[in-house]
């Protein structure tokens, strides 16, 4: 299932109340994905680490009342009562505890209790983990807990991806790469020893890295440390094209005359960065210039602006340019 399709299907089973696996190779997004849920739905969100449990965590800690009867105590993760009326649950790494730990979350996960603890209406349980055939820390998951959730299956997208980039502050070199090369969004061979490998978290990284401006003696080996040697190499290669196109605001200043790169990772690159500055004022200036891209990179860039700027479709420049590129559209 793509992100967008795992959104769905948790906004679905946490208004049941309905417990959930997400499965996925590492570094794809699956506990963002668990956040961004969490937030838009006004949730309250506890990340527990089933890994770092020991089976009695569950149940807390027994205390004497004054009656002389001993009573468990939950531990300060689990809510109650006196927390916010929704939140989700959030079990990380759950297939990487052991199976004790696993065995302890049975009766939470099943009936949304634990002795006489007792889990609030309001509260969803949602769990992740990596699958075995990645070669990931994991234990085999009991039948017995299995099937006490529903299991998705996480695959990487590009759009999904770079929807969520364009609100993430990804930079744009990174973006416009993946849209050149999408096949490294997501790289990953469990039989490979590399330490390092692409997957959307760790070009995450590499949009940090250059943040940091790292000296141009390092940045290949950094690249290299984050998304492995095959990556680091076309990234380094796609950089030196990004750094020699003209500036968007040269662009806009002049969008009758700029250049237009021939090669299509620079036309790639072009659009990525100058869909980034799409809005009512510049629209004239973008339409001009798309005019004068190959039609499938205009199209790129234009649709690209409208995902930054839905007002656009109601311009009069891009009216015109749609007008003129009905056929393509189509």
């Given at each position: 299932?793509?992100?967008?399709?795992?959104?769905?299907?948790?906004?679905?089973?946490?208004?049941?109340?309905?417990?959930?696996?997400?499965?996925?190779?590492?570094?794809?997004?699956?506990?963002?994905?668990?956040?961004?849920?969490?937030?838009?739905?006004?949730?309250?969100?506890?990340?527990?680490?089933?890994?770092?449990?020991?089976?009695?965590?569950?149940?807390?800690?027994?205390?004497?009342t004054d009656q002389g009867v001993?009573?468990?105590?939950?531990?300060?993760?689990?809510?109650?009562?006196?927390?916010?009326?929704?939140?989700?649950?959030?079990?990380?790494?759950?297939?990487?505890?052991?199976?004790?730990?696993?065995?302890?979350?049975?009766?939470?996960?099943?009936?949304?209790?634990?002795?006489?603890?007792?889990?609030?209406?309001?509260?969803?349980?949602?769990?992740?983990?990596?699958?075995?055939?990645?070669?990931?820390?994991?234990?085999?998951?009991?039948?017995?807990?299995?099937?006490?959730?529903?299991?998705?299956?996480?695959?990487?997208?590009?759009?999904?991806?770079l929807s969520w980039a364009q609100?993430?502050?990804?930079?744009?070199?990174?973006?416009?790469?993946?849209?050149?090369?999408?096949?490294?969004?997501?790289?990953?061979?469990?039989?490979?020893?590399?330490?390092?490998?692409?997957?959307?978290?760790?070009?995450?990284?590499?949009?940090?890295?250059?943040?940091?401006?790292?000296?141009?003696?390092?940045?290949?080996?950094?690249?290299?440390?984050?998304?492995?040697?095959?990556?680091?190499?076309?990234?380094?290669?796609?950089?030196?094209?990004?750094?020699?196109?003209?500036?968007?605001?040269?662009?806009?200043?002049?969008?009758?005359?700029?250049?237009?790169?021939?090669?299509?990772?620079?036309?790639?690159?072009?659009?990525?960065?100058?869909?980034?500055?799409?809005?009512t004022e510049t629209i004239e200036?973008?339409?001009?210039?798309?005019?004068?891209?190959?039609?499938?990179?205009?199209?790129?860039?234009?649709?690209?602006?409208?995902?930054?700027?839905?007002?656009?479709?109601?311009?009069?420049?891009?009216?015109?340019?749609?007008?003129?590129?009905?056929?393509?559209?189509?």
């Amino acid at each position: 299932m793509t992100p967008s399709q795992i959104v769905s299907a948790l906004n679905s089973l946490i208004s049941i109340r309905q417990p959930v696996f997400i499965w996925g190779a590492p570094g794809v997004g699956k506990s963002q994905i668990v956040a961004q849920v969490a937030e838009a739905r006004g949730m309250a969100l506890r990340d527990i680490r089933a890994v770092l449990l020991d089976p009695v965590d569950l149940r807390g800690l027994p205390r004497i009342t004054d009656q002389g009867v001993a009573v468990w105590c939950p531990p300060a993760f689990l809510p109650t009562p006196s927390d916010p009326e929704e939140g989700i649950i959030f079990l990380d790494e759950l297939n990487a505890a052991p199976p004790l730990v696993q065995a302890a979350c049975y009766q939470l996960i099943l009936d949304r209790a634990i002795g006489e603890y007792r889990l609030p209406d309001g509260w969803s349980i949602v769990a992740a983990g990596n699958r075995e055939k990645d070669k990931a820390v994991s234990y085999r998951m009991p039948s017995a807990l299995a099937n006490r959730m529903v299991h998705l299956e996480f695959d990487a997208n590009l759009d999904d991806w770079l929807s969520w980039a364009q609100g993430s502050g990804i930079r744009a070199e990174v973006c416009a790469f993946l849209r050149f090369r999408p096949r490294l969004l997501h790289d990953f061979d469990p039989l490979k020893a590399e330490k390092a490998f692409a997957s959307p978290r760790s070009w995450e990284f590499v949009s940090r890295v250059l943040d940091a401006g790292p000296d141009a003696d390092v940045e290949y080996e950094l690249f290299q440390g984050t998304v492995g040697s095959a990556g680091a190499a076309e990234f380094m290669g796609f950089l030196s094209v990004w750094r020699e196109l003209p500036t968007v605001d040269e662009v806009l200043a002049a969008p009758a005359s700029a250049m237009v790169p021939l090669e299509p990772a620079a036309l790639y690159a072009m659009c990525e960065a100058l869909s980034l500055r799409a809005s009512t004022e510049t629209i004239e200036a973008l339409t001009a210039y798309a005019e004068r891209l190959p039609s499938e990179f205009g199209v790129l860039l234009m649709r690209d602006a409208v995902c930054q700027d839905t007002d656009l479709v109601q311009t009069e420049a891009f009216s015109r340019w749609a007008e003129k590129n009905a056929e393509v559209l189509m």
